[in-house]
């Protein structure tokens, strides 16, 4: 009955555009509530699906510029991989090196990165300021990189790049220095993190440490970490408040989680597929409805 009901709330007919997601799983994916929300609210002629692709990522894009879908979004485990598929990548994507979001253009599809701008965007509806300041990035995978590159491009004033394996660390260090032509950037162990100087560092939780269902996990257990930061910012929304983001609050820290993240990811994709504006008021309504269905 709950599924007729919402299939009830979409009037498909012969106009009706088709987006989607493409990934491995996608079953929890929150993207179709984002842009089939947003269709509703603009009278968009739309509908968002998710498509679970086991494996051949290529065929699947060859199969979607053949169909006419109208745009994509992608997550894992082909954000990567989408960059040599599409027929153009956006030059900040290129340079982030993963992308998760395809828009048509007039020979397939072009790929973009709306993650990073997502969490700017996130940050700044928070009102937390990265330029000037003195990150930590926690993590040094796939987002952690992307994040690295965008507190640099901020002008963050000096950023640190804690990781269990160091030479993932190192190697992002190396290349967010290489990219701002600066000292900007280092590694860090998690043994060195307490030896820091300093008092006032933006932490930004980029590593899956903490996400459902391994919630009784932070990815530094010591308390005295969160004597050394003003603000916590974990990327990850599932659970809403993290031990990450607990620990902060236990010392007075900020704490922020990875839900607006999802929000202007969603937002930034759907404003690049159907030339629109999306307002904060629009933004703020979609937010609510995320944060109803995360419950
Ligand atoms: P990834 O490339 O697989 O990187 C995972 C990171 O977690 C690495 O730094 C890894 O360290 C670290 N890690 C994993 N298990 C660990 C452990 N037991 N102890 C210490 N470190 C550990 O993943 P990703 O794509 O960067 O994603 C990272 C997180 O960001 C995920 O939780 C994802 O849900 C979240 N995310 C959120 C959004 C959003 O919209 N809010 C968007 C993208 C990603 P090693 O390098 O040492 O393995």
Known sequence: MKERRKAEMINVDGATKVLGVIGNPVEHTKSPLIHNE???????????????????????IQGADALGIHGLNVTIPYKEDILSKAKEVDSLTAKIGAGNTLVRIEQGFKAYNTDIPGLLRA????????KGESVIIIGAGGAARAVALMVAMEEAKEIIICNRTMEKAENIAKEVNAYVNDKVAKACSYNNILNL????????????????????????????????????????????????????????????????????????????????????????EIYGILKVSCE
């Open 197 to 284: 100087e300093g008092s006032q560092y933006l932490a930004i939780q980029a590593t899956s440490v903490g996400l459902s269902p391994d919630i009784d996990r932070s990815p530094i257990e010591d308390e005295a970490f969160f004597d050394k930061i003003h603000t916590a910012y974990d990327i990850i929304y599932n659970p809403d408040n993290t031990k990450f983001m607990q620990m902060a609050t236990a010392k007075g820290k900020k704490s922020y989680n990875g839900l607006k993240m999802l929000l202007y990811q969603g937002i930034i994709a759907y404003e690049l597929w159907n030339q629109v504006e999306i307002t904060e008021e629009i933004a703020n």
């Open 38 to 60: 947003l269709a509703k609210r603009f009278g968009h002629n739309l509908v968002y699906v998710p498509f679970l692709v086991k494996e051949q990522i290529g065929d699947a």
């Open 123 to 130: 940050m700044k509806s928070d009102g937390v300021e990265i």
